[in-house]
């Protein structure tokens, strides 16, 4: 015998309202929280990038006393926590994901690690013959530019605006700071490329929680 509440909605609206709730929680469930994606990557770039600024300053004598290592220490550390943190919040989410979404996630991710390599190498290659300030704006500016692009890049993929004005947004922020020049660009990426994200993920976390 079937439950009346196992019965379809007999009002044509009530059942257009009943798909689109199903449909909303089924988003929900594979969307992963937009804080636990951008917050990471924004606390890194924060921090980060601003020792950086505090250490390799646009003058001769840095603003901070500390180790030299420790602006590049830190940095690394920090992306490498950032992107363990966003891996796991992406895997809980589209962990069951299957077939051509599936496939464009995987291919994405692979542009971004394939991508990052060849950074690396030409950054490496280029390093010797530059001048210890530029060596640094070299790596920062290339870093944060392929972050722009692959960002924009994603947003076309998944028709995502918001993700899509982000990357314009870090793009925008990368090409003032490498205008800026040495010293300068670590400042406007820390503040505006890393409060940016924190502020896409409260934005996107606020947007999630209006479609509930």
Do not use: C, K
């Amino acid at each position: 015998m079937i439950a009346d509440d196992d019965l379809p909605p007999e009002d044509p609206a009530a059942a257009l309202r009943l798909i689109d709730e199903q449909r909303a929680t089924a988003a929900r469930q594979f969307e992963p929280d937009p804080r636990a994606y951008y917050w990471p990557w924004g606390l890194a770039w924060l921090i980060g990038f601003g020792l950086h600024f505090l250490y390799y300053s646009p003058g001769d004598t840095p603003l901070v006393e500390m180790p030299s290592w420790l602006p590049l220490t830190v940095l690394f550390v920090l992306l490498a926590a950032a992107g363990a943190v966003s891996a796991v919040a992406g895997a809980r989410a589209y962990g069951q994901v299957t077939g051509e979404s599936a496939r464009r996630g995987a291919w994405y991710g692979w542009s971004w690690g394939l991508g990052f390599l060849t950074l690396f190498v030409l950054a490496g290659r280029l390093s010797d013959s530059l001048p210890p300030d530029l060596v640094g704006l070299l790596w920062s500016a290339l870093a944060v530019g392929l972050t722009g692009i692959l960002h924009m890049a994603g947003g076309a993929i998944w028709l995502d605006r918001p993700l899509f004005l982000l990357g314009v947004w870090i793009t925008v922020v990368n090409l003032l700071g490498t205008i800026a020049g040495p010293g300068w660009h670590a400042l406007i990426v820390a503040v505006a490329g890393g409060g940016g994200m924190l502020l896409a993920g409260l934005l996107g976390w606020l947007r999630r929680r209006g479609r509930r």
